[in-house]
């Protein structure tokens, strides 16, 4: 979390610094990322830096979280736009990760370098900041009547396999260098095997 001398820092300041972190996490991967690169782009001494941040995974990690609620936000706007349907929704967004423009070599740097870490804020897009594992409050706008759940356990772990299909999906993507096109038609594919089940109905 940065410090409180960062959140009263002047807006422009403040962005001035979140565009040079941005740009540096950007171009390489956390661990290779340089605090020189970031201060010399946001021209402040290297000293400031650490009055803002503890050191650069805190730098990142702000960055993805704040990403992270961006991208759920419009999960939520995804799912009220379908009804609460998930599968479509799930389409829809996943197409939206992979189209994205403006930050599109920071996700590509975040996930071909997953940790446990940089995984767990990437599935707060489902569960939110909850804890002991309850679902967070927008899910309550997932319609579960054409979902083969019976209670919301079913319907947290069946998220879990959700988010699992769809991050090693994204993974394969930028790993692959797949177009947009060849990937979401294998993303279509899983989600319908997953949607339709992989039992044969007269079997």
């Known amino acids: 979390m940065p410090k409180i001398t960062f959140i009263n820092l002047p807006e422009e300041k403040k962005q001035t610094l ?4 941005r740009k540096e996490f950007s171009r390489v991967p956390l661990n290779d990322a ?4 970031i201060v010399k782009s946001a021209n402040i001494p290297r000293g400031s830096f650490y009055q803002y941040f503890e050191d650069k995974e805190d730098a990142f990690f702000f960055l993805l979280n704040d990403l992270v609620i961006h991208i759920r936000n419009n999960f939520i706007v995804l799912l009220k736009k379908y ?3 998930l599968f479509p ?3 829809e967004f996943y197409q939206h990760i992979i189209m994205e423009e403006e930050d599109v070599h920071f996700l590509k740097n975040a996930f071909l370098n997953m940790t446990y870490k940089i995984e767990l804020s990437f599935s707060k897009i489902f569960k939110g900041q909850e ?6 409050d927008f899910l309550f706008n997932l319609n579960m009547n054409n979902l083969n759940i019976s209670n919301q356990k079913e319907l947290f772990h069946l998220l879990q396999i959700v988010f699992t299909i769809t ?7 930028f790993a692959k260098d797949l177009s947009n096109q060849e990937a979401l038609a294998n993303y279509k594919m899983e ?3 997953l949607k339709s089940g992989l039992i044969r109905k007269d079997s």
């Open 18 to 21: 979140i565009t040079a972190m």
């Open 34 to 37: 340089s605090i020189s690169n």
């Open 83 to 85: 009804d609460g349907d």
């Open 89 to 91: 929704t799930m389409i």
């Open 131 to 136: 804890h002991s594992g309850s679902l967070s």
């Open 167 to 173: 991050l090693r999906n994204v993974v394969e993507k």
């Open 191 to 193: 989600m319908n095997l």
